[in-house]
């Protein structure tokens, strides 16, 4: 019932993405987060990937959830859909994209479970560290203002401690989520080894989502048990998001939002000196 009444008014508040130009992506998505373009992993890799495969697209941040009740979601030639990796499935037929050439469906393989490990999994201790553990740090990434802040949390966290539960991980106890989380993390790392991307010396489809969680560890969670271990033991996986953020990024600085507390990584393309600092 209420998602008919919601597809109806979404109808009528989206007919102007109709008009767009033909084969012109419009990417809805939440606003910029500090220290990165968006504080989730599915945003960021959908933005990862439009860039990856060289999609003409405008990024829409007034309508921000789609057809499926998440973000983010597109409007392509007047049809509206959700879900990142469906979205990429389809965008990827429309636009006779194939970034996963040179590879054996063994290594694809190896890529599609360490993205379901992280994005289905690892995600849930995340975002419960997020809403549920910790949720002081949150609003620091995300947050415009106090009473925003407030709604958002106590609906997020209501939302993640129902949903976490559904999925299971959210009947553990925190120390449990986290080991469980840490192994995905340390899993990933040990598939990328000494690689540069996750397969191999050049890049496939999944390291637009592998990027997305990664990158959301280590600047979308502060003071966090995960963006503390990619910091200070899977140097890989940091050093991976670095690398990937200045291929695919060169633009970063402007891509997120300025506070003062912004944490200052140097430019783009300097992947040296950003080491350092980091
Ligand atoms: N499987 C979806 C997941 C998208 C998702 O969970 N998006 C979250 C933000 S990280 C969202 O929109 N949450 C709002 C809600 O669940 O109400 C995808 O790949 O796009």
Not at 86 to 100: D, Q, R, S, T, W
Not at 122 to 130: K, S, V
Request: charged share 20%.
């Amino acid at each position: 019932m209420w998602s008919s009444i919601r597809n109806i008014l979404n109808k009528r508040k989206w007919a102007k993405w109709e008009t767009a130009p033909k084969d012109l992506v419009i990417f809805h998505t939440f606003g910029k987060a500090a220290n990165i373009p968006s504080a989730s992993p599915f945003v960021l890799k959908l933005q990862t990937y439009l860039r990856m495969a060289q999609i003409p697209h405008k990024t829409d941040s007034k309508h921000q959830i789609g057809p499926k009740g998440k973000a983010p979601w597109i409007s392509l030639n007047g049809e509206h859909m959700g879900d990142s990796e469906l979205i990429i499935n389809h965008l990827n037929e429309h636009f006779k994209v194939n970034l996963n050439k040179g590879f054996t469906p063994a290594q694809l393989g190896v890529a599609t479970c360490a993205r379901v490990a992280l994005e289905e999994h690892c995600l849930w201790g995340i975002a419960m560290e997020r809403f549920i553990f910790n949720p002081t740090q949150f609003p620091k990434v995300v947050g415009v203002g106090p009473l925003y802040d407030k709604i958002l949390m106590t609906v997020g966290g209501h939302f993640v401690s129902k949903r976490s539960k559904g999925q299971g991980i959210g009947l553990h106890s925190q120390q449990e989520i986290e080991h469980l989380c840490i192994k995905d993390l340390r899993a990933v790392s040990d598939i990328i080894g000494k690689n540069d991307f996750l397969l191999g010396s050049g890049p496939c489809q999944d390291d637009c989502a592998i990027f997305g969680i990664l990158a959301v560890t280590l600047w979308g969670q502060p003071n966090s048990p995960y963006e503390k271990l990619l910091r200070d033991d899977l140097h890989n996986l940091r050093d991976y998001c670095i690398r990937m953020r200045d291929i695919y990024f060169p633009d970063w600085e402007k891509c997120i939002r300025p506070t003062s507390s912004s944490i200052s990584r140097g430019g783009a393309n300097n992947t040296n000196k950003i080491k350092a600092k980091l």
